[in-house]
Every structure is written in structure tokens, then in C-alpha cells.
């Protein structure tokens, strides 16, 4: 589904990715995790063609730079960290997920793609209401909503659960988990909260200083690889088939 390479990317001086490859199949969750300033976002801006990383990127097995702009945000849904206040209103927001689909204007097909994704994530009553009235859990479910109206094969989320509150976080998850298998897309996710990784991952990717430290399923959680990488004592703990980090 898609494939990365050998990604690079410097700013300045600075080299934020060294080295980075992981492929993703159909319908599975990986979550990258890692400290600030590990390279996660610079990852997923790479991945969403934001960024021009060294390096190769291959979506259904064609290179991401073959692709055209519009192409590729059919491929591709990227949804960044929270940071655009706007006033537009939260059907207008979701409506231009579907602007790599049409030529000038909107036809009746995307409108029934808003509508049919606004019930989805139910926004329905929140259709009118502008982004910047929004709680930071109604925000990010707009987000997704435009993501989805996309018709992405693949959604790259940064941070998507920063902001939430327990509750929100966990009918996030399960709202995500629940489309992302339906759908058949595949998802790209950051998140610097282990135990929602350890809880949701299909595969997650480790990071510490722009390179790959450890990745596989859930058993790379372990205590010496967090140590390693945080540079903090937790107890990893097995419950009911989930693991639960606690630092010590
Ligand atoms: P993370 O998402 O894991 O916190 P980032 O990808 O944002 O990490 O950052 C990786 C490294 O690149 C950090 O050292 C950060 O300071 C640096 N960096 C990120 N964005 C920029 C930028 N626009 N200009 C210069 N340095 C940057």
C-alpha cells in the first residue's frame, strides 16, 4: 500500500529524518512514537509530499513524485497537527477534502460524499457551525471528515488525540479503527501516548533522533526499548491481552 525508503530529509544543517523505510498493508494502524524532535511530523509531512525528502515513496506501487498534486491527494489524506483557526463553516471545511475530485465547482456526487461522511462521524448537527466555534474533539472529528471525503487509501494523522481528553480519545480510536477497517485504508498515525499505541496499533514504528530505533507489533513496547529511547523507567504491564505503560 505504501512503502518508504531510505527517507532523508535536513533542515539546514539539521538532518530531522536519517534513513527511514517501513511498509504498510491494506487496513492496518501503525503508530509512529518517539519523543519531540524524533522526526515524527517531519515523517508524515514527507509522506504527504509537504516536505521533499531524499529518498524514495511508493504508493500502490508507483512513486509518490509520479503522481500529479491532485493524484496524489487522492492516494493521500493528510491531516496536520491543530493550527488553522478558521472561519469556514464545518460542511464548507469537509467539502474541500473533495476538491482533488472535481474540476471547477462541486457537483451533486460531492455534496452526497459530505453528507454521507458528516453522518458518519456525526456532525450532522454540526454542519453550519464555523471550525473556529468548535471543541478541540469536534475540531479533529471535521479533520478526519475532510480526510474521508478525500477517498484516501492511505490517512496520515499528526497528534490526532493531542487536545482530547480521555473520553474523546477513546471514541476517537474506536471511530478511527472502526473506518479505517471498513474502508479498507490504511493509517499513518503520531502520537506520543504509548498506552494509545500499545491499545490501537496493527504496527508501530519507534523514532529517536530522525532514525527507526525499533518497529514490529506491540512487543517492542518493552521497558529497556522506551528506556532507550525517553530515557524513562516505566513498567510495561500485560492485562487482558492489552499492555499498559506506567512510568515508575
Ligand atoms: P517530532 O514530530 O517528533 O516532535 P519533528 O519532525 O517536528 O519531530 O522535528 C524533528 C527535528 O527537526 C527536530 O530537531 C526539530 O527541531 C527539527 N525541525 C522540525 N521542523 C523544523 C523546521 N521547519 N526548521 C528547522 N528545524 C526543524
Redesign the pocket.
Known sequence: MIEAKELR?S??K?R??DGVSFSLREGEMLFVI????????????SLARVLRAEGAIYVDGKSAFEFSRDEYAKMVGYVPQRGEISHLTVFDAVLLGRKPHFKWRAEKEDFRIVEKVLEILNLNGLATKKLNELSGGEFQRVMIARALAQQPKILLL??PTNNLDINNQVAFMKLLKRIIKKEKISAII?T?DLNIASNYADRIVM?KS?KIYASGGIEILTEENIKAVYGVEVDVIKLNGKVIILPK
Open positions: 530529509v533542515y539546514g539539521r530531522a529524518l518517539g519523543p519531540n524532535g524524533s522526526g515524527k511530523t517531519t515523517l508524515l509531512k499528526d497528534e503520531t506520543h523514532m530522525g
